[in-house]
């Protein structure tokens, strides 16, 4: 799997080379990151970090959209220098042009976070997952509506685990 995302960090330097008629010089590449964002780019110091557990949960956008986030990053680093916005036009320059991509500021992948029981919900036209504390006061009498079909939602008895 990081073969992968190496091979797709190199094509994303040779899309950038052909595109831009110019050569750049190589990141190194850490899968150390964690928490909560999927890659990291280091101007100065070249250096690319990427958050494995988030590449091994999505692993086909990982690699079609954040390793070129961040190569993208890099490649207007040394294109505009240190003064550009980190998500301006030079950026999203790349990311459309190069990479024919959109230009997404953040990724939306699942972060996991500590077990919790979703309890279900339903009305005429979607469900709900609520928290036990909402569940709780619905026992209680507490009633919800939906905003769209302005239904009483009504629990399923179907439970889940994020
Ligand atoms: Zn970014
Ligand atoms: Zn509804």
């Not at 890659?39 to 070249?46: F, K, R």
């Not at 505009?80 to 301006?88: M, T």
């Not at 279900?120 to 979607?126: D, E, G, I, P």
Request: hydrophobic fraction near 35%; glycine fraction near 4%.
């Amino acid at each position: 799997m990081p073969e992968l995302l190496n091979a797709r960090v190199e094509a994303c330097y040779q899309q950038a080379e052909a595109f831009f008629k110019r050569s750049f010089p190589r990141p190194r590449v850490s899968l150390k990151l964690r928490g909560q964002k999927a890659g990291v780019a280091h101007l100065d110091e070249n250096l690319l970090r990427f958050n494995l557990q988030l590449y091994r949960e999505n692993s086909e956008d990982f690699l079609r959209q954040t390793v070129a986030h961040e190569v993208a990053h890099l490649i207007a680093h040394h294109l505009f220098g240190p003064r550009i916005k980190p998500h301006g036009e030079e950026w999203q320059l790349i990311m459309r042009g190069v990479y024919e991509l959109p230009p997404n500021r953040c990724h939306n992948y699942a972060i996991r976070r500590r077990s919790v029981t979703r309890y279900l919900y339903r009305c005429q036209c979607q469900d709900f997952p609520f928290s036990a504390q909402r569940h709780a006061l619905v026992g209680k009498g507490r009633r919800y509506y939906c905003r769209r079909c302005k239904a009483t939602l009504v629990f399923t008895g179907q439970q889940s685990r994020e």
